[in-house]
């Protein structure tokens, strides 16, 4: 009996995150868009004395009130919308009494991984059927049976532990979002072994299929959710499958490509917010680095093009995009041109 694709998969997966963990693949010290999980910042004090003063500051969106009674500082350090759901994330936490856990793509956003186009619900599992599923921002799901493998907490909140969280959103989120937060859960950490189990245990239930596919379409050495999704828009598009962190010989060194095809010498570039931010150091410096870094790769043969992530908005979109770059790259070839020449 053949092993299945996605167990083969797995495998897979498994021995990529050990290259990294010990530094045998060669980009593991390379810079990652891998994130820290995030505070959940913790309720103001509230009472008698409080309420009117919370109340005025509420009104004048100095706080906000995310549930009866709970009122949350935004955070500075976070983006509008990721402060926001992590207000409402408290909101949760204080005002519920009945034993839950945080789930689905909110689980994914507490332990720190990358998301795609999650619309910042805050999902939470509960061992008993509930009479309300939605409630504002908060949607409840229902498990017979929550194991204490699949539990944890980060700070004071209960959360699905990250395998547990990988299939769940494997078998209910877009596929994309899905291919995202499974890489990110992997090289947080997730073991393969415990998501190849869960797998197994959900056989037969819905969404079981397309968490295999996630499995087999997850390549942990992507470094960032933007490679993940034009590696998966290239595969989706029907082309032959990329490789990432591909290296390209130019003078003074070895240039990595995000992801490409050595056999056409063609590769695409993700330009993130963080590139040219400041974070990794003096942006005009990093300006220059990218264009002297193209021109050595355009040098050595290779056609190359950058993608942005407003180029990732729609998926389709960016399939059509990856796909008439391979098109446009294959005929370069065909022609003999030159990496800078256009076909006729």
């Not at 300006?287 to 043969?301: D, I, L, N, W």
């Amino acid at each position: 009996m053949s092993t299945p694709p996605h167990v083969l998969a797995l495998r897979r997966i498994a021995r990529q995150l050990h290259a990294l963990k010990i530094g045998e693949a060669v980009h593991a010290q390379f810079f990652s868009a891998d994130n820290a999980p995030p505070a959940v910042p913790p309720a103001l004090p509230y009472d008698k004395a409080t309420r009117p003063s919370l109340a005025c500051a509420a009104q004048a969106d100095e706080v906000l009130r995310v549930r009866r009674g709970v009122y949350v500082a935004p955070s500075m350090s976070e983006r509008e919308f990721d402060s926001h759901f992590l207000a409402h994330v408290r909101g949760v936490v204080d005002a519920l009494d009945t034993e839950f856990w945080v789930c689905d793509t909110a689980a994914a956003r507490l332990h720190g991984l990358w998301t795609y186009r999650d619309p910042g619900l805050v999902h939470i599992v509960q061992t008993y059927n509930p009479p309300i599923r939605f409630e504002g921002r908060l949607k409840r799901h229902w498990s017979k049976t929550l194991p204490a493998r699949d539990r944890t907490k980060i700070g004071d909140v209960p959360v699905t532990t990250l395998e547990r969280t990988i299939v769940d959103v494997a078998c209910s989120a877009p596929l994309a979002c899905a291919v995202v937060i499974a890489t990110a859960g992997f090289r947080a950490g997730a073991d393969p072994a415990i998501v190849a189990q869960l797998l197994d245990e959900r056989a037969g239930t819905r969404g079981v299929v397309q968490a295999r596919r996630v499995m087999e379409l997850c390549d942990p050495d992507c470094a960032s959710p933007g490679e993940v999704l034009v590696r998966l828009a290239a595969i989706l598009a029907g082309l032959p499958e990329p490789r990432v962190q591909v290296p390209v010989e130019i003078s003074g060194g070895t240039a990595w490509l995000d992801v490409g095809w050595p056999a056409i010498k063609a590769g695409l570039e993700f330009d993130g917010a963080v590139k040219f931010s400041g974070l990794l150091g003096d942006p005009l410096i990093a300006r220059h680095q990218q264009a002297s870094r193209a021109v050595g790769v355009e040098r050595a043969g290779w056609y190359v093009e950058n993608v942005v992530w407003d180029e990732t908005v729609e998926f389709q979109a960016l399939q059509d995009r990856v796909g008439a770059f391979y098109r446009r790259a294959a005929a370069r070839l065909s022609l003999g041109l030159e990496p800078s020449a256009q076909p006729a």
